[in-house]
């Protein structure tokens, strides 16, 4: 038993890109739902293999172990069941960091979750070749702080380690609003790509031009009433900048939700567009195309979720 642990709860991309790196500098814990190999290979974005044992826990057998740091890598979606499954476990105190996309299990989690709560927005990438290999996919940046602006020697010490490890982190004092810009990207994004399947680069032409741009326009009046400001410019065209900047940077991609589209997952609408139209809702701003794409995304959850018919 070690004090230093760090427990990876969601042994998904993110998750086992950020034990494959953490593992050899401090002792880490991959904690899952269901068992998986412990002997794990991640493919580095230099076509490198980095191949490692790791120490393996499933949710509903936790060693008696008390973790340094518990990194919660689920879906947005999946976050707040797989913190109720854990919370009763851990002793007060042990610090969570939510590295989920979206705004929506970051404010209730850190109220409820009886420690210091830390949000990390990642532009790593990752994905889940199988149950014992994943690619790092392309090197980016960790943004680290509390939403409430508290626990910055925690931030900057669990900042260090993930740099150290070769995931470059920093700490800073606006983590509510690197949330929100990325969620305003993914919304710009995500749902067309999705409906259409194209890749990101696609959205410059037509038809989907005009679309993107209906969509900025409404993100930039929300957040603009929410006081979040682009990183750069100012209002509607800040954000333009901002959408047109990632799009071109990630023109080849397929973005999350079209993965999880393509692989019949559910993807991350929750955490993406309903934060945006609660707090439309908030400022009684219209928003009818994020509201559609909301609508069109529940209802094929919900289809998701229906047994197949008997036949
Ligand atoms: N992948 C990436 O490059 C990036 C991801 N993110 C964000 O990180 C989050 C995770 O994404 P990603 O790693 O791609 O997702 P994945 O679907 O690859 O991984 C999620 C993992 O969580 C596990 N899980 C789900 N519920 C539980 C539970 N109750 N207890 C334990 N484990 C559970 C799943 O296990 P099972 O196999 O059993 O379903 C799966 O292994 C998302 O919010 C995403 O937006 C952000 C930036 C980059
Ligand atoms: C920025 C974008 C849209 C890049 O593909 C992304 O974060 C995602 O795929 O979810």
Not at 11 to 28: D, K, Y
Not at 203 to 212: E, I, N, S, T
Not at 288 to 305: K, M, S, T, W, Y
Request: net charge neutral; hydrophobic share 45%; aromatic share 2%.
């Amino acid at each position: 038993m070690t004090p230093e642990t760090h427990w990876i709860v969601g042994p998904g991309a993110l998750g086992r890109l950020i034990a494959l790196r953490l593992a050899g500098r401090v002792p880490v814990r991959l904690v899952g739902r269901r068992r998986l190999p412990g002997h794990q290979t991640l493919i580095t974005p230099e076509g490198d293999t980095l191949a490692r044992s790791l120490d393996m826990a499933r949710v509903e057998a936790l060693p008696a172990e008390t973790p340094a740091v518990v990194h919660l890598t689920t879906k947005a979606h999946g976050a707040e069941a797989a913190h109720a499954a854990l919370a009763t476990r851990l002793p007060e105190g042990v610090p969570l960091v939510l590295w989920q996309n979206g705004f929506a299990c970051q404010p209730r989690l850190t109220e409820r979750h009886h420690g210091p709560v830390l949000c990390a927005t990642t532009t790593e990438g990752a994905h889940v070749q199988a149950d014992d290999r994943v690619t790092h996919a392309g090197h980016g940046h960790t943004y680290l702080g509390a939403l409430d602006g508290r626990h910055r020697e925690l931030a900057g010490a669990l900042a260090r380690t993930l740099t150290a490890a070769g995931l470059p982190a920093e700490t800073v004092d606006d983590i509510r609003v690197r949330l929100w810009r990325k969620l305003a990207v993914n919304a710009a994004i995500n749902p067309l790509v999705a409906r259409y399947t194209i890749r990101n680069g696609q959205l410059r032409d037509r038809p989907f031009r005009p679309m993107v741009e209906r969509l900025i326009t409404e993100v930039a009046a929300i957040l603009s009433a929410e006081d979040v400001a682009p990183p750069d410019g100012n209002g509607l065209e800040g954000w333009r900048q901002l959408v047109w900047q990632v799009v071109e940077a990630t023109a080849s991609n397929r973005a999350s939700m079209l993965q999880d589209v393509l692989a019949g997952r559910l993807t991350e609408h929750e955490a993406i567009l309903a934060p945006l139209l609660a707090a439309a809702s908030r400022h009684r701003l219209p928003a009818p195309c994020l509201a559609g794409h909301l609508d069109e995304l529940r209802l094929r959850a919900a289809a998701l979720a229906e047994p197949p018919a008997a036949c």
